[in-house]
């Protein structure tokens, strides 16, 4: 099992880029998850996504993120246009869809807006 | 929503001593209670976990107690050694029949002296 696959695994790109943060979720996991890490804030859920279908998207913090999941082992995070405050690690996470079951995460993204 | 508190945020104990994190939560309908450990540059990786229908549960060195009534939960690692240290998460979601996104706790930064 290769786990979750996230890339890039680092991005560094100026103010108001566009950017795109890819995830391969484990291969039967029909759940997935978007997390940003900062010191401040610490791990924040963003969007989740069940048979690629968005659940919850209330922690997505603006209308500049959106995110997608055009198949069972594919999903994009895009910022546009981002911005420096935007800089942080995002992770990936994937889970069976019984109950309770434990989320994998993939090893991040670190992404710095200049 | 859900609110999840961490304490403490630093805890540093000598080599083979206990260590005990605690946390609470605010949503009485959270069912389950996971705990990551994440070091430096990594990703979170599951280390136990707990549903609402149980008390306790251990593996070899680190267990987790929950008490539903006052609404938290703690961890503890016994017999610590130099490589437990790294950032201890606490989570809970509400999963009613899937699965759900995590709200987490700060965090706390477990310091093993040797």
């Known amino acids: 099992d290769a786990g979750v696959i996230q890339s890039p695994r680092h991005e560094v790109t100026e103010m108001g880029q566009e950017v795109t943060l890819r995830c391969k979720p484990i291969s039967g996991h029909d759940y997935l998850f978007w997390y940003r890490q900062t010191m401040m804030r610490g791990l924040e859920l963003l969007i989740y996504f069940n048979n690629n279908v968005p659940i919850d998207d209330s922690g997505m913090p603006e209308d500049r993120f959106s995110a997608k999941m055009p198949n069972a082992s594919f999903s994009t995070l895009k910022i546009q246009p981002s911005e420096p405050r935007d800089s942080a690690v995002y992770f990936c996470?994937?889970?069976?869809?019984?109950?309770?079951?434990?989320?994998?995460f993939g090893d991040g993204t670190r992404l710095s807006i200049l | 929503g859900e609110n999840v508190e961490q304490h403490p945020s630093t805890l540093s104990v000598q080599e083979g001593d206990s260590a005990v994190i605690k946390c609470t939560y605010s949503d009485s309908a959270s069912n389950y209670f996971p705990w990551y450990k994440q070091e430096l540059g990594k990703r979170p990786q599951l280390i136990i976990d707990i549903r609402s229908n149980v008390g306790e549960k251990k593996d070899q060195r680190i267990a987790v107690t929950l008490n539903k009534t006052a609404k938290h939960f703690s961890l503890h690692i016994t017999e610590t050694q130099p490589e437990d240290s790294a950032v201890y998460f606490c989570a809970a979601s509400n999963s009613g029949g899937g699965a759900d996104g995590l709200t987490f706790g700060k965090g706390t930064h477990l310091i093993i002296q040797p």
């Open positions: 996470a994937s889970s069976l869809g019984e109950y309770n079951q434990p989320q994998h």
